[in-house]
């Protein structure tokens, strides 16, 4: 197996995001999380931001499921933005990435703190994300650059800008 790159010299990713939905103990976990969080994040982050979904009643949130996992609070720092719901904490590396050793180290750190602050009852699920962008001068180029092909019928997709989601 030939050995992969740890960095690419021209690095594709816009954003890396780790999710961690889970179930609460108390109904009013974003209002305390923060204030659990932020001695330990305080060096490395700005005062807590409430979002403009914290002032959606909480009642209105649990009839609406689509909701449930919207972040009521930030905390964000040059590298990081941490958000914080009743139901999820989102941490979110903007460009330029920091490289998995680095993200994972506070992926770690963030959980530790979480596990600490004794709110979490269940976790529903965890996730990975990382939102991508190819540049190139055109279409066709990105769809080589990716040695891939798409038709749709007889429509070729990489003649078209069209969005792949996986």
């Known amino acids: 197996m030939k050995n992969l790159p740890i960095k690419l010299a ?4 816009l954003e890396a995001v780790f999710e961690l939905r889970f179930q609460p103990k108390v109904p009013s976990a974003s209002d305390l999380l923060p204030g659990l969080l932020y001695p330990t994040f305080r060096d490395r982050f700005k005062t807590p931001e409430r979002l403009p979904t914290a002032d959606i009643p909480r009642q209105f949130l649990a009839l609406n499921p689509e909701l449930a996992y919207q972040p009521r609070v930030r905390l964000t720092s040059d590298q990081y933005s ?36 004794d709110l979490i009852s269940a976790v529903d699920r965890l996730s990975i994300k990382y939102v991508n962008l190819i540049e190139s001068n055109n279409l066709k180029d990105q769809y080589n650059y990716l040695r891939m092909s798409a038709n749709l019928g007889s429509y070729d997709l990489t003649e078209h800008l069209t969005a792949i989601a996986s």
């Open 10 to 13: 021209r690095d594709p990713i």
């Open 82 to 117: 941490i958000f914080i719901g009743d139901k999820s904490t989102i941490i979110s590396c903007p460009k330029p990435y920091v490289g998995w050793i680095d993200f994972r180290l506070f992926l770690l750190e963030v959980l530790a703190e979480l596990q600490k602050a």
